[in-house]
């Protein structure tokens, strides 16, 4: 048999290495950018601290690391801690730890989560408020130049006095807020979209009508925020004022027990810095809020002069006529209040329309006024 060289098969090494060199060289690059992106967040996020820094609100970390490496950037710093400076008075936050996370390819889009429990108490001092929950998340896209949408939701949120012995502050089952900017609309003809979601929320130390759980719906728009600059609340709103904003609340819904309430409406703030604006509010079960309207106590029987004008002159035209009354003397404010808007039906329940005032912070609920609004600055 002759052997012709030229036949035999052909060996190139080099070929079956080549596989694994750009494995290998794509490896390195990959390293090398997620490198240079870690260190980049890292000092995007120092820069926001000075940045916060100057405007009165003071973060650290007792310890800060960065991971995530192949495919994402997590920064953790536990034992964080804010000194808000540019509130009155100033509050100290401790949190136990917060976890950032981006995706190298989209670095706009941080998910934060929040491990509890959060503090608040004047710097220096001993905590006074108390937060917990069970999951904590909150989801920014965008960047502070150009913001694009915010939210933050909490499940099982708890807000508690650190006094012994007092009721809770705030709890919900489920809480969200939602921020967006209207596209188009930055910087030049600013408008936020604002959408909060409450589920079976109560605040029992705020009296005995927000004991029983709650659930609330809003969409509103935020129009006249001229930037997002870091600036002390009071200059904020100030300034916004000054700007002509308003909140144009184009559907809220608030459902506690078989009472049924929804609102549309525009407020704003005074030059002095009070509420103004009107809701027009359509109730149905107004009977349950009669007794927080009209100033009634646990235990104390009604006080009509104090439930309406219509009453007190009522009242007044035949003394005594409230206690002789007794239990019908709430049914009788109802029947009034009723005459106060014309009636609606919501959701299938029988209700009355009546406008919210405000003016220059002085509330009326129709013609009955409720109260005085303390100014925001």
């Known amino acids: 048999m002759t052997y012709h060289a030229e036949l035999s098969t052909s060996r190139r090494p080099w070929l079956i290495a080549t596989p694994l060199i750009i494995v290998v060289v794509l490896a390195a690059a990959w390293s090398g950018f997620w490198f240079y992106a870690a260190r980049e967040a890292e000092a995007?996020?120092?820069?926001?601290?000075?940045?916060?820094?100057k405007a009165g609100r003071v973060f650290s970390c007792g310890s800060q690391a960065v991971g995530g490496y192949p495919f994402r950037i997590e920064v953790r710093c536990a034992n964080a801690a804010a000194e808000l400076k540019d509130t009155q008075p100033p509050l100290a936050l401790k949190l136990k730890e917060i976890l950032l996370v981006a995706q190298v390819w989209d670095p706009k889009h941080l998910i934060a989560e929040f491990t509890g429990p959060l503090t608040v108490s004047d710097p220096g001092q001993a905590p006074y408020v108390n937060a917990t929950w069970t999951l904590a998340r909150a989801s920014v896209r965008g960047t502070p130049a150009t913001p694009e949408r915010a939210a933050i939701a909490a499940d099982d949120l708890r807000l508690t006095s650190a006094a012994p012995g007092n009721p809770p502050l705030f709890e919900a089952k489920h809480a969200e807020f939602h921020a967006r900017v209207q596209f188009g609309s930055w910087p030049h003809n600013p408008a936020i979209d604002l959408a909060v979601t409450l589920n079976a929320a109560t605040a029992p130390a705020l009296g005995p009508y927000t004991r029983d759980p709650l659930d609330a719906d809003i969409l509103a728009v935020l129009h006249g925020m001229k930037d997002l600059a870091p600036k002390p609340l009071p200059a904020r709103l100030r300034e916004w004022q000054a700007a002509g904003g308003r909140l144009e609340v184009q559907k809220a819904r608030v459902a506690q027990g078989e009472a049924l309430a929804t609102a549309t409406g525009t407020l704003a703030l005074s030059q002095r810095g009070r509420l103004d604006g009107a809701l027009q509010l359509n109730v149905a079960g107004l009977e349950k809020f009669m007794p927080?309207?009209?100033?009634e106590r646990k235990g104390a029987s009604l006080s009509l002069d104090r439930a309406a004008p219509?009453?007190?002159a009522i009242d007044?035209?035949?003394?005594?006529?409230?206690?002789?009354l007794g239990p019908q003397a709430q049914n009788l404010a109802v029947g009034?209040?009723?005459?106060?808007?014309?009636?609606?039906?919501?959701?299938?329940?029988r209700g009355v329309s009546v406008p919210l005032r405000f003016t220059d912070g002085a509330a009326s609920f129709g013609p009955i006024p409720i109260g005085q609004i303390p100014p925001a600055f």
């Open 292 to 295: 927080a309207l009209s100033g």
């Open 316 to 324: 007044r035209a035949v003394p005594g006529l409230g206690a002789r």
């Open 336 to 349: 009034l209040l009723g005459l106060l808007g014309p009636p609606v039906e919501i959701e299938g329940k």
């Open 44 to 53: 995007r996020i120092n820069d926001w601290q000075a940045q916060q820094a």
């Open 310 to 312: 219509a009453l007190n």
